[in-house]
């Protein structure tokens, strides 16, 4: 379970308070969300995707999802920051928390004991407060991990971008430089359905459909967890989680498949 501050989080039906941030979730279709997944999904054998609790036990070892439905996030590990289901979805509240040798601090929270190489992930996401939106993959550890930084536009300041970055070896890496990657516009308060899919070096990304990035990189990051991020200072609720393992599971996880149930 999350570990919550009680300064920080006071949760009721529509409403969250972080950090004396009060912002009003506006209620989620859970039916309608789920079936635009399903419909929307596909594996790569053209096998349609299946609402998580209709899977099986195999099925669960390449697919996860979760909608958040449930009330709780027994499902993640948080790492920095505070988090909580708060209306079916999962806000993180960043605290400026510096850990590890990174320049920059991010709080995040991680899949528990589902890694891999290559995967593709969609979620919904919302800024409530700051831009930032970060989604994390093939993380290592806090200094080791691939970061997708979708960030709302600033109105009469600056456009909405997607920032690729990564962390090695507590180096700090921006692999496409501010705006250089424009994503179709948003701001803060506003949802958007990302999808992202990484295959060895190669990442795709869409934005409520549309192809924002098809780019391969020089990552040092071969493999890991995957998760969501929230800079120091914001405020971010993710919801509606869908990921696909496509391959490449790391050393832990293929031996703990290789023992069986």
């Known amino acids: 379970m999350s570990r919550i501050a009680p300064?920080?989080?006071?949760?009721?039906?529509?409403?969250?308070?972080?950090?004396?941030?009060?912002?009003?979730?506006?209620?989620?279709?859970?039916?309608?969300?789920?079936?635009?997944?399903?419909?929307?999904?596909?594996?790569?054998?053209?096998?349609?995707?299946?609402?998580?609790?209709?899977?099986?036990?195999?099925?669960?070892?390449?697919?996860?999802c979760d909608d958040f439905s449930v009330g709780n996030a027994d499902h993640w590990s948080p790492s920095g920051g505070l988090w909580a289901v708060v209306d079916g979805r999962y806000v993180g509240e960043g605290t400026d928390e510096r850990f590890g040798c990174g320049e920059v601090p991010t709080n995040q929270t991680l899949l528990r004991d589902f890694q891999?190489?290559?995967v593709d992930i969609e979620l919904d996401?919302?800024?409530?407060?700051?831009?930032?939106?970060?989604?994390?993959?093939?993380?290592?550890?806090?200094?080791?991990?691939?970061?997708?930084?979708?960030?709302a536009e600033r109105p009469d300041e600056f456009p909405?971008?997607?920032v690729v970055q990564e962390r090695s070896k507590c180096a700090f890496t921006l692999l496409t430089p501010e705006f250089s990657v424009l994503i179709p516009p948003?701001?803060?308060?506003?949802?958007?359905?990302?999808?992202?899919?990484l295959v060895h070096e190669r990442l795709r990304v869409w934005i409520d459909g549309t192809l924002v990035l098809n780019?391969?990189?020089?990552?040092?990051?071969?493999?890991?967890?995957?998760?969501m991020g929230v800079v120091g200072g914001g405020v971010t609720a993710f919801d509606n989680v869908f990921v696909h393992r496509l391959g490449?599971?790391?050393?832990?996880t293929a031996a703990a498949r290789s023992r069986g149930p």
């Open 125 to 151: 996401m919302m800024s409530i407060a700051r831009v930032d939106k970060i989604l994390v993959l093939r993380s290592a550890d806090p200094d080791n991990q691939i970061e997708l930084n979708f960030r």
């Open 248 to 252: 490449g599971l790391t050393p832990r």
């Open 186 to 197: 948003h701001q803060v308060g506003q949802t958007i359905h990302t999808r992202a899919q």
């Open 116 to 118: 891999a190489r290559d």
């Open 215 to 227: 780019r391969s990189f020089p990552f040092s990051v071969r493999s890991g967890a995957l998760g």
């Open 7 to 64: 300064r920080a989080f006071v949760l009721a039906l529509t409403t969250v308070v972080l950090g004396g941030c009060q912002v009003s979730l506006a209620p989620t279709d859970r039916s309608a969300a789920s079936s635009q997944l399903a419909s929307d999904r596909g594996s790569h054998d053209g096998a349609a995707a299946e609402p998580c609790h209709h899977r099986s036990a195999r099925a669960a070892a390449a697919f996860f």
């Open 160 to 162: 909405a971008d997607l």
